[in-house]
């Protein structure tokens, strides 16, 4: 086992340790912070890569989250305005008299 791995096994541990300490003091940002490193962590010993290369694998991983999370924001938005462009189908009903029937 090499030392990359090794290190990713440590950075697992402290990430979950930093989550779970931000979820007890309702600290969004710590909670966040642990689940990076939580992430790199994972990378490191999985891939055995070093550290520089799972945190750059990581933010490019973020970067495209990002641009998938505005495409679908666009995507909901012209939604909604196809939408509301659109009119209501008023169905009317065809009534024949009730007299005709008898």
Sequence with gaps: MNWDRLEGQGKQQRGKAVYQWGRMMNDE????LGKYEELVGKLQEK????KDEARHSVNEYKIIVGQLKQANDKLIKLHN?????????????????LSAKK
């Design 29 to 32: 940002l710590s909670a966040m």
């Design 47 to 50: 891939y055995g890569i070093v």
């Design 81 to 97: 305005a196809i939408n509301k462009k659109k009119k209501p189908v008023q169905r009317t009903r065809n009534v024949k008299t």
